[in-house]
């Protein structure tokens, strides 16, 4: 039977030092993502078709889930679908802005890319206790948004295309509770060739 599995980093767990340091990168994939994955299996144990669904899918159609299971499948398919976002979005010597389409498309929703930076990190920001800022996809445009907990932009009806994770365990080893400086330091770790694919795949 198919289950859902937390896929291996594709860097190594050093690889983002010094901006994200090896024992959080093994803490966070290896302790909490694996925690959501078991977790969300656990949660579909009695409806089985449920697993031949994509974790985005589940996500989008919660409204459908088994209302008995609805709450540990919102919190555990959105903690292993947004660190799945998260891995893959995050890189060793990230650059500093995106190209192309995508470059042009932050420029034409918020002015500029610094009006782009500067605002996505005030999102964060404001996140009260945990949860997540979102670059999102709504209809084809694109939106800064938060989300609490593991609530989902896809949920929402949103394409995420990629987030900072503001939950104290992504930071709290090293910056303890600095988050002003760990959201800082995430700059410089962002894949843009791979949000940049994913906007052009789903704009």
């Not at 093994?26 to 009695?46: F, G, M, S």
């Not at 660190?83 to 498309?105: C, D, F, R, S, V």
């Not at 500067?118 to 945990?130: I, L, N, Y």
């Amino acid at each position: 039977m198919k289950q859902f599995i937390t896929p291996d980093l594709v860097y190594d767990y050093k690889a983002l030092e010094p901006f994200i340091d090896e024992a959080t990168m093994h803490l966070h994939h290896d302790k909490h993502h694996v925690a959501y994955t078991t977790n969300l299996n656990k949660a579909l144990e009695k409806y089985p078709e449920w697993y031949e669904k994509s974790a985005e899918d589940i996500l989008r159609h919660l409204d459908q889930v088994p209302e008995d299971v609805r709450l540990a499948v919102k919190n555990h398919a959105g903690g292993h679908v947004h660190h799945n976002i998260l891995w893959e979005t995050m890189m060793p010597n990230g650059k500093a802005m995106p190209e192309g389409e995508l470059l042009q498309a932050i420029n034409n929703s918020f002015e500029s890319f610094e009006n782009f930076k500067e605002g996505f990190t005030k999102m964060a920001m404001s996140v009260f206790g945990s949860g997540w800022a979102w670059l999102s996809l709504d209809n084809g445009k694109l939106i800064i948004d938060k989300t609490a907990n593991q609530d989902s932009p896809y949920t929402l009806g949103y394409t995420p295309l990629f987030g900072f994770d503001v939950w104290e365990h992504a930071y709290y080893l090293k910056y303890q509770n600095r988050r002003a400086e760990y959201l800082e330091n995430m700059w410089s770790v962002i894949n843009w060739d791979k949000i940049s694919e994913e906007y052009l795949k789903n704009k």
